[in-house]
């Protein structure tokens, strides 16, 4: 048990955003061993929803200049869901901040670097120069627990690349021109939920050292061991 755990842990706390990777491609069957294990995520009624196109070579170097060029063409983004809402609570929205600021920071932008920063946001629809993209989508009409759903399969995801020595990147910005992720990958009417750099970590870039600060346990949990009063 303690051994189990100590595993676990061990890769839960080793993911976070990886946005460089090592010019080498990630083998097909480790990405099939990966998704066939994450494909045990709990759904309703087991229907499993979710689907994702695996993107790699030629095709993912096609698909990341197609984005750009809606980017660099200024298409206002416009993905099949809204992300959050417009306004966070100021606790969560100091976290947002600090995270951004840091970023910035660790791939050596300014504040005031307006060309810098669009440059960054523009390296997102180059998924960060991984070798394989993945593309995560839903049904259609998919409702709001759909969307939990996927989110257990693609936490699944993450867990088992960096079990395997990969690193990913979890990525929204590509949501964001659903009709050209659509006509490329041959989607149909699907609805595109995100993205997934993945690859091998490049270690000497300092942006992949970057781990946002974590919350302590008794910010996120509160214990209820006592009933409530009656009347």
């Given at each position: 048990?303690?051994?189990?755990?100590?595993?676990?842990?061990?890769?839960?706390?080793?993911?976070?955003?990886?946005?460089?990777?090592?010019?080498?491609?990630?083998?097909?069957?480790?990405?099939?061993?990966v998704l066939a294990v994450a494909g045990h995520a709990p759904s309703t009624r087991n229907a499993q929803?979710?689907?994702?196109?695996?993107?790699?070579?030629?095709?993912?170097?096609?698909?990341?200049?197609?984005?750009?060029?809606?980017?660099?063409?200024?298409?206002?983004?416009?993905?099949?869901?809204?992300?959050?809402?417009?306004?966070?609570?100021?606790?969560?929205?100091?976290?947002?901040?600090?995270?951004?600021?840091?970023?910035?920071?660790?791939?050596?932008?300014?504040?005031?670097?307006?060309?810098?920063?669009?440059?960054?946001?523009?390296?997102?629809?180059?998924?960060?120069?991984?070798?394989?993209?993945?593309?995560?989508?839903?049904?259609?009409?998919?409702?709001?627990?759909?969307?939990?759903?996927?989110?257990?399969?693609?936490?699944?995801?993450?867990?088992?690349?960096?079990?395997?020595?990969?690193?990913?990147c979890p990525q929204y910005s590509v949501a964001g021109y659903p009709d050209v992720l659509r006509g490329?990958?041959?989607?149909?009417?699907?609805?595109?939920?995100?993205?997934?750099?993945?690859?091998?970590?490049?270690?000497?870039?300092?942006?992949?050292?970057?781990?946002?600060?974590?919350?302590?346990?008794?910010?996120?949990?509160?214990?209820?061991?006592?009933?409530?009063?009656?009347?």
């Open positions: 048990m303690d051994r189990i755990w100590t595993q676990f842990a061990a890769i839960a706390t080793a993911r976070h955003c990886k946005r460089a990777f090592l010019d080498r491609p990630v083998p097909r069957e480790v990405l099939e061993q929803p979710w689907r994702v196109a695996v993107v790699t070579g030629a095709a993912r170097d096609a698909l990341a200049c197609r984005l750009r060029a809606e980017f660099d063409r200024g298409a206002p983004p416009r993905p099949d869901y809204r992300n959050r809402p417009d306004t966070i609570d100021a606790v969560t929205g100091e976290r947002a901040r600090i995270a951004g600021t840091g970023l910035l920071r660790a791939l050596g932008i300014a504040r005031d670097d307006e060309a810098g920063r669009r440059e960054h946001l523009r390296a997102n629809l180059d998924f960060h120069g991984a070798p394989a993209a993945l593309i995560f989508h839903l049904p259609a009409d998919a409702a709001a627990g759909t969307f939990l759903e996927l989110g257990f399969f693609l936490q699944n995801t993450m867990l088992g690349l960096v079990a395997c020595g990969l690193g990913s490329a990958l041959g989607l149909g009417d699907r609805l595109v939920a995100c993205g997934l750099a993945v690859g091998y970590p490049d270690p000497t870039a300092s942006v992949n050292g970057f781990a946002p600060e974590r919350a302590v346990l008794a910010e996120y949990v509160e214990w209820h061991d006592q009933p409530p009063p009656c009347g």
